[in-house]
């Protein structure tokens, strides 16, 4: 028997077992999820004492937390064949902000600081508000110049990269702002839920919360649908009747309020406001989506996928950090996975279509 | 038929993109129950013309009345909303989407709402969309298949099936036909003739003369965003070929008196 027949044969078989295996296990998430199994059992089986110890998974829940959040703000963008660079410095600029207003108030920001009389600090809800309002508005700031002035998603995102990246460092005049010690505050970054024995970081419960919220959108409303059927094919959509601008301000929106909710807890969880957080983590968020099975040509990807994407790089960095391997070869190592990940998926896609 | 009121009347419409004058005055009257053939060359502005009609474009300049009534159509949700239905030459299908899901698409059965938060019934669209593509006796095994799966002939069902669907009273078609097999036009050309006697009107524009003489009552040639002739089809394959291919490079013109006032009043 030859290579190809036998090519052949083991095609024909896969097929088969396509067609035989229920609906949900031909979902595109399943080999995503099964990557992530191997790792877990991999890791788990070299530091058996170390890798399921409550406190490492705690850590790897915050990680998956971060970036989980801010890849879903992508996967809202990218599924309309856009991008969102802004929402690394916009944590910092966030972050900074969140911390400013508690700690000292809305006169200590620039340009108000010259014009206000003094304020004493804000309340916490207050300026989480403020601050969640005001990165939506940085997102629909967005999604008006991709909209109305045609202006490219890489190109005023990465303009908001610069500016939230500067104001951060401005604001603050480099310096960090530090919460006290036992600040109210601090317990949503860093505070856990005991559920059914275990301890949850507050940070994991935010992101299943958001997941639950953007997959339910998604799926079941017309809103979601749109979403994805302007990443089909947004003229379609258009003469369809599809709200087209509406539709991509939201996202553009729920992107940058995403970030601004990332910027707040990494506040709360670092105990300070600094200008030196978020770098390049708008790259490690696409890299999750990306991970997670969305296509970057818009029109597929799932909250699920993007999930798992994030617990995949999660896992990965805390089981090197586990094994000693060095933090830059880490890096290489994720860049690998990437790089993996995309061809996988162009491959089933070619052969697919 | 002229004693009716027209179901479609476009008075006088004109539209430019940048430098370039695609209408230049045209007008448009469909009657109840007709088949209207439109024709001219490449930039003859038929396209625009059902683009101004369908709300994909707004004229620059013109009226449009359905039923005798001033119609304001400025998006594509309004002309729908009139029961004008396009069916555009690239199908305007969104590949990523299943049938059912491509059917319904910007017109949803919601099973609750909130705000901008719209609920889908999916089940009640799958139903319906089953019905519909058993109806229009369509060869698809399931309206939960992707459209990048289909064939050609199946994805202009689709896009016709989705036109109808919804108590349409007028029809366009863009080059229903253009990218189709021999068997696959007839059925197309059945389904139009099927759709006339149900009492729906249909705009048929088309570079295959053939198609529009089997079906048109009427046809309306356009040439560089003028209308040149508006006659009903008549006579038999060879004269009608013969005809509207003078009209449609220039060698004949019913309305040149008219353009060449129009000239003067622009100076």
Same mark, same amino acid.
């Given at each position: 028997?030859?290579?190809?027949?036998?090519?052949?044969? %083991?095609?024909?078989?896969? @097929? &088969?077992?396509?067609?035989?295996?229920?609906?949900?296990?031909?979902a595109r998430e399943?080999p995503i999820?099964?990557?992530?199994?191997?790792?877990?059992?991999?890791?788990?089986?070299?530091?058996? *004492?170390?890798?399921?110890?409550?406190? *490492?998974?705690?850590?790897?829940?915050?990680?998956?937390?971060?970036?989980?959040?801010?890849a879903?703000?992508e996967l809202l963008v990218i599924l309309t064949r856009g991008i969102?660079?802004?929402?690394?410095?916009?944590?910092?600029?966030?972050?900074?902000?969140?911390?400013?207003?508690?700690?000292?108030?809305?006169?200590?920001?620039?340009?108000?600081?010259?014009?206000?009389?003094?304020?004493?600090?804000?309340?916490?809800?207050?300026?989480?508000?403020?601050?969640?309002?005001?990165?939506?508005? #940085?997102?629909?700031?967005?999604?008006?110049?991709?909209?109305?002035?045609?202006?490219?998603?890489?190109?005023?995102?990465?303009?908001?990269?610069?500016?939230?990246?500067?104001?951060?460092? %401005?604001?603050?005049?480099?310096?960090?702002?530090?919460?006290?010690?036992?600040?109210?505050?601090?317990?949503?970054?860093?505070?856990?839920? &005991?559920?059914?024995?275990?301890?949850?970081?507050?940070?994991?419960?935010?992101?299943?919360?958001?997941?639950?919220?953007?997959?339910?959108?998604l799926?079941?409303?017309?809103?979601?649908?749109?979403i994805y059927a302007i990443g089909g094919d947004i &003229?379609?959509? @258009? #003469?369809?009747?599809?709200?087209?601008? @509406?539709?991509?301000?939201?996202c553009?929106?729920?992107?940058?309020?995403?970030?601004?909710?990332?910027?707040?807890?990494?506040?709360? @969880?670092?105990?300070?406001?600094?200008?030196?957080?978020?770098?390049?983590?708008?790259?490690?968020?696409i890299a999750a989506t990306v991970i997670g099975g969305t296509s970057l040509f818009g029109g597929e990807g799932t909250v699920l996928g993007v999930?798992l994407g994030?617990?995949?790089?999660?896992?990965?960095?805390?089981?090197?950090?586990?094994?000693?391997?060095?933090? %830059?070869?880490?890096?290489?190592?994720?860049?690998?996975?990437l790089?993996?990940a995309v061809t996988w998926d162009m491959w089933r896609r070619r052969r697919a279509g | 038929?002229?004693? $009716?009121?027209?179901?479609?009347?476009? $008075?006088?419409?004109?539209?430019?993109?940048? =430098?370039?004058?695609? !209408?230049?005055?045209?007008?448009?009257?469909?009657?109840?129950?007709?088949?209207?053939?439109?024709?001219?060359?490449?930039?003859?502005?038929?396209?625009?013309?059902?683009?101004? +009609?369908?709300?994909?474009?707004?004229?620059?300049?013109?009226?449009?009345?359905?039923?005798?009534?001033?119609?304001?159509?400025?998006?594509?949700?309004?002309?729908?909303?009139?029961?004008?239905?396009?069916?555009?030459?690239?199908?305007? !299908?969104a590949g990523n989407l299943?049938?059912?899901?491509?059917?319904?698409?910007?017109?949803?059965?919601?099973?609750?709402? !909130?705000?901008?938060?719209?609920?889908?019934?999916?089940?009640?669209?799958?139903?319906?969309?089953?019905?519909?593509?058993?109806?229009?006796?369509?060869?698809?095994?399931?309206?939960? !298949?992707k459209?990048d799966? +289909?064939?050609?002939?199946?994805? $202009?069902?689709? =896009?016709?099936?989705?036109?109808?669907?919804?108590?349409?009273?007028?029809?366009?078609?863009?080059?229903?036909?253009?990218?189709?097999?021999?068997?696959?036009?007839?059925?197309?050309?059945?389904?139009?003739?099927?759709?006339?006697?149900?009492?729906?009107?249909?705009?048929?524009?088309?570079?295959?003369?053939?198609?529009?003489? =089997?079906?048109? /009552?009427?046809?309306?040639?356009?040439?560089?965003?003028?209308?040149?002739?508006?006659?009903?089809?008549?006579?038999?394959?060879?004269?009608?070929?013969?005809?509207?291919?003078?009209?449609?490079?220039? =060698?004949?013109? /019913?309305?040149?008196?008219?353009?060449?006032?129009?000239?003067?009043?622009?100076?």
């Open positions: 028997m030859n290579v190809s027949s036998a090519l052949t044969k %083991y095609r024909a078989t896969l @097929r &088969e077992l396509q067609t035989r295996t229920p609906g949900f296990l031909r399943v999820a099964l990557v992530f199994l191997v790792l877990c059992f991999y890791f788990w089986q070299e530091k058996p *004492n170390i890798f399921l110890r409550p406190a *490492n998974l705690a850590v790897i829940m915050r990680f998956v937390a971060t970036y989980g959040l801010l879903i703000g969102d660079l802004s929402v690394g410095s916009m944590t910092a600029l966030t972050g900074v902000l969140v911390a400013t207003l508690m700690m000292k108030g809305f006169d200590a920001i620039p340009p108000f600081n010259n014009v206000l009389p003094d304020l004493s600090p804000m309340g916490m809800w207050a300026a989480i508000v403020l601050v969640l309002a005001f990165s939506a508005l #940085v997102g629909i700031w967005h999604g008006l110049f991709v909209t109305k002035f045609h202006i490219p998603p890489f190109i005023i995102t990465l303009g908001t990269w610069l500016m939230a990246s500067g104001a951060a460092a %401005y604001i603050t005049r480099g310096y960090p702002i530090v919460f006290p010690s036992g600040f109210a505050f601090l317990e949503l970054g860093q505070g856990e839920q &005991e559920v059914l024995g275990y301890s949850i970081p507050n940070m994991f419960i935010i992101l299943l919360l958001v997941a639950a919220v953007v997959a339910f959108i799926n079941m409303t017309t809103l979601g649908r749109h &003229e379609a959509a @258009r #003469v369809s009747g599809v709200k087209v601008d @509406r539709v991509r301000i939201f553009y929106a729920g992107s940058g309020m995403l970030g601004g909710l990332v910027g707040i807890l990494l506040a709360s @969880r670092l105990g300070q406001g600094t200008p030196a957080v978020g770098t390049a983590y708008e790259l490690w968020a999930i994030a617990a995949i790089m999660g896992v990965m960095s805390n089981g090197m950090v586990l094994l000693n391997v060095s933090s %830059y070869l880490q890096q290489v190592v994720l860049g690998v996975v790089v993996i | 038929m002229a004693e $009716q009121t027209p179901i479609v009347e476009m $008075q006088n419409i004109k539209k430019h993109f940048g =430098a370039v004058q695609a !209408l230049r005055g045209v007008d448009l009257t469909l009657y109840p129950g007709e088949v209207l053939g439109l024709v001219g060359d490449n930039a003859a502005g038929k396209s625009t013309l059902m683009k101004v +009609l369908s709300g994909a474009y707004l004229p620059d300049e013109g009226q449009i009345f359905i039923k005798g009534k001033k119609a304001h159509i400025t998006n594509p949700e309004d002309s729908r909303r009139l029961g004008i239905e396009m069916v555009y030459q690239d199908f305007a !299908l299943d049938v059912a899901a491509n059917i319904f698409l910007g017109r949803e059965i919601v099973r609750w709402g !909130l705000g901008p938060i719209r609920v889908m019934n999916k089940r009640a669209m799958e139903e319906q969309s089953r019905n519909l593509v058993d109806r229009l006796k369509i060869d698809i095994s399931s309206v939960r !298949l459209v799966r +289909l064939s050609g002939g199946q994805r $202009q069902a689709v =896009a016709i099936g989705r036109a109808t669907a919804f108590d349409a009273k007028v029809i366009i078609m863009d080059e229903p036909t253009a990218a189709l097999s021999v068997a696959a036009i007839s059925k197309v050309l059945d389904l139009i003739r099927e759709l006339k006697a149900q009492g729906c009107s249909v705009i048929l524009i088309s570079h295959r003369l053939e198609d529009i003489y =089997a079906v048109s /009552d009427r046809v309306i040639v356009l040439r560089q965003g003028r209308k040149v002739a508006d006659r009903p089809v008549s006579g038999n394959i060879h004269e009608f070929r013969e005809n509207i291919v003078a009209y449609m490079v220039g =060698a004949k013109n /019913d309305f040149s008196q008219e353009s060449e006032e129009t000239l003067a009043e622009r100076g």
